[in-house]
């Protein structure tokens, strides 16, 4: 492998989240409320993680983090009769979840934890996160290292953090002190990287014979691996050629499309076309699913089925890319101005050199052809999800406007777009990211013998998915009274109770903290600081 190619992916595409360096670590835990040998949840409607219809009320009995009963107590309008309620005993602890929703804990399968150059440090992530009902997430590339990321994998096992609990996928060729040249070689580091603890591997793409051997060696010891085909390879290698050599999932789309080409193969760059100009970069990504064949044409099928039968998984991380079709929509979001970091807010403005920053002179055509882009991504994403095809939710936050936790709900709502039923939703944020991450043995679905990971929420979350933001609903009551509605109430992971409200305002604290240190307000690109007197 030539290795000015394999720095030139990896600068381009990895240096934003790894070269800068870690994120300050997660303190000690202070919020969140037990474990108990004993937990009764009562009265709430269940919304399980397997596309089963809700129902309810329900009393929900656990015992040391495993379910170990879940018991229809009654009938919608009829007083619950208080013996066929699991009995608490004494050192118990119970809520009274009457007239709530409680579903599966959430899995973001695209989540970095944080950045430096975002100033996002592991605290203001893993409360935004946890915030909003995320109980697991995926490190795609553990961009802190991979020392770091298992150390905060093992205190989140043991609840001495609040955080999710996460697994580590480390990108292909970190660490290594030589250039990956030979099949051989690309083996050794794959047996290595597994030695030291990670739970998969995240690629950008590589020559196919490295691709080949990494991913074959990867599938021999049983690790899960990702994907973002990157442009510097994805001409000779694209996603079925990872999926036939091992590769469990892919990210975002590149790769797909490219796989769907008929007429050509490679993508139609102007020639004036530089891939270090992130609005170059972008606005041809935009044009891409044009030129793949067309929904439901053979070819279409063909890839689609391959991918079936190869049981793949595709993570399609919608809301990273949105502001790409409206900009003004992502980058006017309501949460910005009391959960973005004045340093993240920076990140986000256009840049020449930071990754996603990419508003040089974003214009309608551009939003034009992502527009069209997302109608042809969403129609293949959405039929994959109808022939059986393993569809999972991820955010990839920290980029292009998008920010934790609240841009895992857009991707939920996006899912949605793209003619998801709301169950089906549920069901690619909860069981299918546990399917995909070998845990539905643990997790994913509320089923005796599971973990004890919910989420609680008072509004439907099926009759408006915008319930689960931080910032909750706008609600007209019947006395004409403009209120907000939802929010997340309560993240349960291994059995302990946080509010989640309380986490979103310690966020909002850290924001706060840091405005206050800068004197900073938020200000839309190219308008003057506002003179204060």
Request: glycine share 10%; net charge negative; proline share 5%.
């Amino acid at each position: 492998m030539d290795i000015r190619r394999f720095h030139l992916i990896w600068l381009v595409l990895f240096l934003p989240v790894l070269v800068m360096g870690q994120v300050k670590k997660a303190p000690d835990r202070v919020r969140g409320e037990g474990p108990w040998n004993q937990l009764i949840i009562r009265g709430v409607m269940l919304i399980n993680g397997n596309g089963a219809p809700p129902r309810g009320p329900i009393d929900i009995e656990v015992e040391n983090n495993i379910i170990k009963k879940i018991s229809v107590v009654g009938y919608p309008g009829v007083d619950i009769d208080p013996q066929s309620r699991p009995v608490l005993k004494e050192g118990g602890h119970e809520i009274n979840c009457e007239g709530m929703y409680l579903m599966p804990g959430f899995v973001d399968m695209h989540g970095h934890i944080g950045g430096k150059a975002q100033g996002a440090d592991a605290e203001y992530v893993f409360k935004l996160w946890m915030g909003h009902g995320i109980t697991t997430i995926r490190d795609p590339s553990c961009g802190n290292g991979l020392d770091w990321v298992l150390e905060h994998r093992e205190r989140s096992l043991k609840n001495e953090i609040t955080a999710p609990r996460i697994k580590a996928y480390t990108a292909f060729g970190m660490g290594s002190g030589e250039e990956i040249s030979t099949p051989e070689m690309a083996r050794e580091w794959v047996r290595e990287n597994a030695a030291k603890g990670a739970d998969g591997i995240k690629f950008f793409g590589a020559p196919p014979a490295i691709m080949a051997a990494a991913l074959g060696e990867n599938k021999k010891l049983g690790l899960r691996s990702a994907c973002h085909h990157a442009q510097m390879d994805v001409a000779r290698w694209n996603v079925l050629h990872s999926a036939r050599a091992g590769l469990t999932s892919m990210e975002h789309w590149y790769g797909l499309p490219e796989a769907l080409f008929e007429d050509r193969t490679v993508q139609d760059y102007p020639l004036d076309y530089n891939y270090q100009n992130e609005q170059h970069r972008f606005a041809e990504a935009g044009r891409l699913w044009q030129q793949a064949a067309p929904p439901y044409s053979d070819h279409w099928n063909e890839v689609m089925q391959e991918l079936l039968d190869l049981d793949f998984t595709i993570d399609p991380t919608f809301n990273i890319y949105e502001a790409s079709r409206d900009l003004h929509r992502a980058r006017r979001a309501e949460w910005h101005e009391d959960y973005t970091m004045p340093s993240l807010w920076r990140f986000y403005l256009p840049s020449k050199i930071s990754h996603g920053s990419y508003w040089h002179f974003w214009g309608t055509e551009q939003e034009v052809d992502w527009k069209k882009n997302y109608q042809l991504w969403m129609t293949f994403i959405n039929e994959y999800k109808n022939r059986g095809g393993r569809v999972t939710a991820g955010s990839d936050s920290g980029f292009i406007y998008q920010l934790y936790g609240f841009a895992y709900i857009r991707e939920l709502e996006l899912l949605r777009e793209a003619g998801f039923h709301p169950l089906e939703v549920i069901r690619s944020a909860t069981l299918n990211g546990a399917i995909a991450l070998g845990m539905e043995d643990e997790i994913g679905t509320v089923e005796v013998g599971k973990k004890a990971d919910f989420v609680i929420v008072e509004e439907n979350p099926l009759q408006n998915l915008k319930v689960l933001y931080g910032t909750g609903a706008i609600k007209l009551t019947d006395d004409n009274e403009v209120v907000r509605v939802g929010g997340v109430k309560y993240t349960v992971k291994d059995g302990i109770i946080y509010d989640a409200r309380q986490l979103l305002e310690d966020v909002k604290s850290l924001v706060d903290e840091a405005k206050k240190k800068e004197d900073f307000e938020i200000m839309q690109p190219g308008i003057s600081v506002k003179s204060k007197t």
